[in-house]
């Protein structure tokens, strides 16, 4: 038997917001991070600064690590209501950019400095140092 997830609405999210009792909303879903204030790579202030309210933008902004979105499910507590539910679509980013990282296996990911190497060669060889 399944058991349901907890619904809590914005305005009982909202009352708690210091740090004896710190949630937060990140993608519609409600976090109670109070035991992970100490522990917060960025420092608690930052958690505490969201607290009480949507952390999603903030979230993203960042570029949380995969580690830390696996993290995140240790202290997922709820849903939140959906007549309280943001409808923004957030991009997930992870890269040190602050944007997803992805990368090429194909021959195409060697091809243009292949093709940038050819051209400095060739400039070289005919045009900077011709008939040495």
Known sequence: ???????????????????KST???IHNQVY????????????????????????TEAFED????????????DYLIGDLHPDDQSSKNYQANTGPLGREQKTSGS????LIPL???LVAALTYRFIIAPNN
Do not use: C, N, Y
Not at 1 to 18: G, I, L, P, T, Y
Not at 32 to 55: C, M, R, W, Y
Not at 62 to 73: E, N, P, W, Y
């Open 1 to 19: 038997m399944a058991s349901q997830k907890k619904v809590f609405r914005a305005e009982e999210v909202k009352s708690h917001k210091d740090s």
């Open 23 to 25: 949630w937060l909303i």
């Open 32 to 55: 109670d991070v109070t035991k992970f204030l100490d522990e917060h790579p960025g420092g608690e202030e930052v958690l505490l600064e969201q607290a009480g309210g949507d952390s």
């Open 62 to 73: 960042v570029g949380h690590s995969t580690d830390a979105r696996d993290l995140m499910k």
């Open 107 to 110: 021959w195409t990911g060697w």
């Open 115 to 117: 093709g940038i190497a």
